[in-house]
């Protein structure tokens, strides 16, 4: 089994009286090879419907597909809801203005750059 | 041409002085610690007559640039023993930059302990006026009595109970814009303290006649400035309340709490006095949760001042902040929950309900006291069996003891390091004497690197690693990666920097992803200054120079640049880990 944690408004598809201040943990099975697209396609969730979405406590990007093991959490965030950083257009939120930078000049400021 | 304003409280003068030439490029976080570096003998006793509490809006604050109305407030903090800046909303910064004022300086001390004062600063006129009947009083009523007095709706901030009793954990408050919570804190470090120890109350200020700061190069000013508000609406976290029909800026919506579950997912949510990384009882005290009582309360009470999306100052356009209502009757409890509090009075103690971690923070606003440090005491408390963790009900009551005769007050108000040495606990997360936020550097190491570094003492805001090293993206390896010295000193540059400006720190959130808001930002800075050689990192590290040069002159050493020791020891769960960033790489960060 694997545990998936729905947050924000996205839990009213499944239960519309759901509170957004209660946990909603919905119980998956788990089969070899399973993968997070797996699990939205479960769900009936496209991507596009949700914000940040964490396995076992790593952010996953739009683009990655990771294999999901057994017993794993996993949590989906609905639409408007990130981490709170720079960094969107990283995670593959469709922000991409700019090219991903090294990783200690994230704000591009300094004129010797 | 702009002023700098001086009180002083030994011989009950006031002085308008000229601003000198040499601090001209200077505003916000920059102002006050040069000042404090210029003018603060590094050893003083914090609440002593030869400390002082510099004032100062940001350099565009006070303008129609968007979130630039933040107010810095400097000195020797009573709680680090350091430099200390502590910045807020509210209406005070923009009516004293109206004002033509660059800076308001509190300094000496009455030798008579038998009076309070209030300072009342008017266009070109400042007064220091009695306030005894002021003193003891609750800040919900002291603002609201202070309204009634000078109807011309002034800003203003001080100090309240916690700060008269001179207590290390005391913040500086605010009055907010429609001036029903005293919610807008400068609130670490105990600058609070500080302020009482002027015998200070309250600095009213009225900005009737006053006048918007003029760009010396309007033109660019103007430019950068559209560029900023365009990307501040377009991202998805600064960005409009909805789009399509749908929730859009997360910010808007769910305030900086919407990090409540998204931490916890992370595992770093620091839990029961930092023993564990998840909290089940998260999604009951989140910013979804506080959204969702807005919205019904709202329906049941059309006229009631719940409300998200709520301004911290105005000309914000970011809108983070929240109105918390009582559920039964529709009236406000607080304003604003933010994440951070709601993690200290909640998460940290184990307290799940929403109602008593907003009855919290109410307390913490209204007696004076900074709410990260008020909850990472009570969960000390907690640990030293003195309540129980998850006991709201008891951890209010406990609160309330600082406004009290109660002994015990006083220690609460010692901050949680005090209260830890009065009761043998030694589990206390701090640094520098002040206690960390809402992020556990064991699973996030950049985070650590800056509580352990920043002259500021364990504080998030001074360089919020967060972003890449969730992401984990960029080239470098993941958040557990221990070579963070470089990407923490940038991060506290840029801060320094921006906590210079007058803008808010969260515009990093856009002009980090969208390239033209970072150079819009910085072409208003320029074009308000009339110096197109502004460079924004060497202007921050200019800044962290001076604020760790105090710090040392005040006898800080390599030592004093670390996390506690359970950090090196105790793996938090779930993902097991301990800071395991070396001493070496930690003293990199300002080595040069």
Redesign the interface.
């Given at each position: 089994m694997i545990d998936v944690?729905i947050?924000?408004?996205i839990k009213k598809k499944f239960d519309p009286n759901a509170?957004?201040?209660?946990?909603m943990i919905i119980k998956l099975n788990h089969h070899d090879g399973l993968l997070l697209q797996d699990v939205f396609k479960e769900l009936d969730l496209s991507q596009e419907d949700c914000?940040?979405c964490?396995v076992?406590?790593?952010?996953i990007?739009r683009d990655e597909n990771p294999e999901i093991k057994d017993n794993s959490?996993v949590?989906i965030?609905?639409?408007?809801?990130?981490?709170?950083?720079?960094?969107?257009?990283?995670?593959g939120?469709g922000?991409i203005?700019?090219s991903?930078?090294?990783?200690?000049?994230?704000?591009?400021?300094?004129?010797?750059e | 041409m702009p002023q700098i304003l001086r009180v002083n409280m030994s011989d009950m003068t006031t002085k308008f002085e000229e601003f000198p030439e040499k601090y001209k490029k200077l505003g916000g976080r920059a102002l006050t610690s040069t000042m404090v570096f210029d003018e603060v003998p590094p050893t003083c006793e914090p609440l002593g007559p030869l400390n002082k509490v510099i004032i100062a809006p940001g350099i565009v604050t006070g303008t129609n640039a968007p979130s630039s109305g933040r107010l810095s407030v400097g000195g020797k903090s009573p709680l680090t023993g350091g430099i200390k800046e502590a910045n807020a909303g509210g209406l005070t910064a923009q009516k004293i930059a109206k004002l033509g004022l660059k800076a308001v300086v509190l300094e000496g001390q009455p030798k008579s302990k038998d009076k309070w004062f209030n300072i009342v600063i008017k266009k070109g006129t400042a007064e220091i006026v009695d306030a005894n009947d002021f003193a003891g009083m609750g800040l919900y009523e002291l603002i609201g009595k202070v309204w009634e007095k000078y109807p011309s709706k002034p800003g203003i901030i001080g100090c309240g109970i916690a700060g008269q009793k001179l207590m290390r954990s005391a913040g500086v408050f605010g009055n907010n814009v429609e001036n029903n919570d005293p919610g807008r804190y400068a609130g670490r470090g105990g600058l609070g303290a500080v302020i009482g120890s002027k015998r200070i109350i309250a600095i009213i200020t009225d900005d009737t006649d006053g006048e918007r700061p003029a760009a010396v190069n309007k033109e660019l000013y103007d430019e950068g400035r559209k560029k900023l508000v365009a990307a501040l609406n377009e991202h998805a976290v600064t960005g409009v309340l909805e789009k399509d029909g749908k929730p859009y800026g997360g910010l808007k919506n769910y305030g900086t709490n919407v990090l409540q579950n998204i931490i916890n997912e992370a595992g770093a949510l620091p839990a029961r006095n930092w023993r564990e990384g998840r909290f089940d009882g998260a999604a009951k005290i989140s910013g979804e949760a506080t959204h969702e009582l807005v919205d019904k309360v709202k329906a049941k009470f059309p006229d009631s001042p719940a409300q998200y999306a709520h301004a911290c100052h105005p000309g914000c356009i970011i809108k983070c902040s929240n109105v918390v209502p009582y559920e039964d009757t529709g009236k406000l409890q607080v304003s604003p929950l933010e994440y951070e509090t709601a993690w200290a009075l909640g998460t940290n103690c184990g307290i799940d309900s929403h109602f008593h971690v907003s009855e919290l923070n109410r307390v913490c606003n209204d007696l004076g006291l900074d709410t990260i440090e008020a909850g990472n005491t009570i969960a000390v408390a907690m640990e030293a069996g003195l309540l129980n963790f998850g006991d709201g009900p008891a951890a209010v009551n406990f609160l309330k003891k600082v406004g009290s005769d109660s002994p015990m007050g006083n220690l609460i108000g010692l901050g949680a390091l005090g209260l830890g040495q009065a009761f043998g606990v030694t589990h206390v997360a701090h640094c520098k004497g002040q206690s960390l936020p809402a992020y556990d550097p064991r699973p996030i190491r950049g985070i650590g690197v800056t509580y352990a570094t920043g002259p500021q003492g364990g504080d998030h805001t001074q360089g919020y690693t967060i972003a890449p090293e969730i992401l984990q993206v960029g080239g470098t390896p993941d958040r557990m990666d221990v070579n963070k010295a470089e990407l923490s000193r940038a991060f506290q540059a840029t801060t320094a920097f921006i906590d210079s400006t007058g803008y808010c720190l969260f515009i990093a959130f856009a002009i980090l992803d969208i390239a033209s808001g970072s150079e819009g930002m910085v072409q208003s800075i320029q074009g308000f200054l009339g110096d197109t050689s502004i460079d924004a990192v060497a202007y921050g590290m200019d800044v962290l120079k001076k604020e760790r040069e105090f710090n040392k002159k005040a006898g800080f050493t390599k030592v004093d640049d670390r996390l506690p020791e359970f950090f090196q020891t105790e793996p938090l769960p779930p993902h097991n880990v301990v800071f395991e960033v070396s001493d070496e790489e930690l003293d990199k960060v300002f080595e040069n």
């Open positions: 944690h947050y924000g408004l509170s957004l201040g209660d946990n914000g940040d964490f076992n406590g790593k952010v990007k959490r949590a965030f609905s639409e408007g809801m990130y981490l709170l950083c720079g960094g969107q257009h990283l995670k939120h922000f203005t700019r991903a930078p090294k990783d200690y000049d994230y704000f591009h400021l300094s004129s010797g | -």
